[in-house]
Structure formats: structure tokens, C-alpha cells
């Protein structure tokens, strides 16, 4: 069981969440998206949730892992179970304060982070913006369901991404996204991603450009190359 967290973190500059479904393109257009600003960075939730299920069982601890043993955090992440809200709170901050000292160690004071793929839950966004503050700005990735999920079989991400596992977590994100959407919906920005990739990143580019200049994004001066 995940340790109670009562002290806030050192909070990032800026945080901006990343919702949408499997499939949707969240991490193809956030990638980009970090890359033009030299002072933006992108956690993908759970590319980095992966990578602990991967670390050997003798490198793991339960603070590493938001207060769960090896074996439970591995069960839970096979089963494609939404982790326990301090937990998974528990390790997207420690993840933050990876990024907050790589960007200091790179004299970058003030970081602004992608965060892909969090909150699930409304129970983790309300202990997320306890702990850090409400974000600065929340974008809705958004496809047709169809395609999302063709998207979804098609990458190659893991051997076990198969049709029930894509239902099982679009219709776990349609259930629970209703109320993050509602909390966040003053800073909300939808983007439609059913287009091409190109096109998708044009509309994303052409709606939140100017907002990342104005919470303060440097541009890296790398051109997104299609």
C-alpha cells in the first residue's frame, strides 16, 4: 500500500496534461510538439510506467515503485489495472523531479513538462493538483474510435496489445474521462487527431503555438519534419 503523501514536491514550472484514448496519437504529437522549445519536456506516462515493469525485480523498491511491492505493481500493469491513486501520484512525481533536476542541471529554471497519458482518474487529478497545483493547460487528444483502435493494433509497442486489451481501456478512459474534462474544462483545448499525421500536427501546431510561447516555451529552432 502506497505511503500517504502529505508534503508537496518541488513544483515543475509548468505542467501541461495530455488526455485521450489508446491509439489516439498522443505520444506521436507530444514528441514533436517537446521538441520545438528548448526548455519543454515529455514524460509519457506510461512508456515510463513500462520501463519500471521491465527493471529487474532486485532493482526495484517500493518507494520506486509508489509504495508497492514488485510483484503486485507487476500483476496490476499486466492486467491492465489503473494503479492505486497515491501510487500512481507517487510516481509521476518522483518521474517530475527527474525532469525538474535534469532541466536544472541543464541551467533551465523553469521547465515546462508534457505529461502524457495522466491523470486516469478524477481522484488522481484532485491529489495531482494538491500536490503540485492544477495544470497550465490540458489538451484532448480525440479520434474516432475506430481508428484509435486500428492505430492501436498497428504500432508495436507490446505483444500483448490486442483488440480486448484496446477495449478494456478505451471504455475504462470514455468511463472516467468525463469528470477530468470537467474539472479542467476553463484550460481545455481539444485537438482532433483522425487526419494524417502531418495534418493532425499542423492542428495541434496551429491551436496551442502561441500558448506555449506565452507560458514561456523557447523555441529550439528544429523544424517538425513530416
Known amino acids: 500500500m502506497a505511503t500517504p503523501m502529505s508534503q508537496p514536491s518541488t513544483k515543475p514550472s509548468k505542467l501541461i496534461y495530455i488526455l485521450g ?22 514524460l509519457s506516462v506510461g512508456d515510463h510506467l513500462r520501463d519500471l515493469l521491465a527493471q529487474d525485480n532486485s ?15 507487476s500483476t496490476r500493469m499486466q492486467q491492465r489495472e489503473l494503479l492505486p491513486t497515491e501510487t500512481i501520484v507517487s510516481i509521476v512525481d518522483a518521474a517530475l523531479k527527474s525532469i525538474y533536476d535534469t532541466a536544472s542541471a541543464s541551467k533551465i529554471s523553469k521547465p515546462i513538462i508534457l505529461v502524457d497519458g495522466f491523470p486516469r482518474s478524477r481522484e488522481s487529478a484532485v491529489l495531482a493538483d494538491a500536490r503540485w497545483g492544477a495544470p497550465h493547460l490540458v489538451l484532448l487528444f480525440h479520434c474516432p474510435r475506430e481508428l484509435a483502435e486500428a492505430r492501436f493494433l498497428k504500432r508495436e509497442r507490446s505483444a500483448d496489445d490486442s483488440a480486448e486489451v484496446f477495449r478494456k481501456r478505451y471504455d475504462e478512459f470514455e468511463r472516467l474521462n468525463g469528470e477530468i474534462v470537467d474539472m479542467y474544462r476553463a484550460t481545455l483545448i481539444r485537438v482532433d487527431t483522425e487526419t494524417l499525421p502531418w495534418e493532425s500536427w499542423d492542428r495541434l501546431h496551429d491551436k496551442v503555438g502561441q500558448l506555449m510561447k506565452d507560458l514561456g516555451g523557447v523555441k529550439s529552432g528544429i523544424s517538425h519534419e513530416t
Not at 21 to 39: C, D, E, I, M, R
Open 21 to 42: 484514448g489508446p491509439g489516439v496519437g498522443k505520444g506521436s504529437l507530444s514528441v514533436p510538439l517537446a521538441n520545438q522549445f528548448t526548455n519543454v519536456y515529455h
Open 59 to 73: 532493482q526495484s523498491t517500493s518507494q520506486s515503485l509508489g509504495g508497492l511491492d514488485h510483484e503486485t505493481f
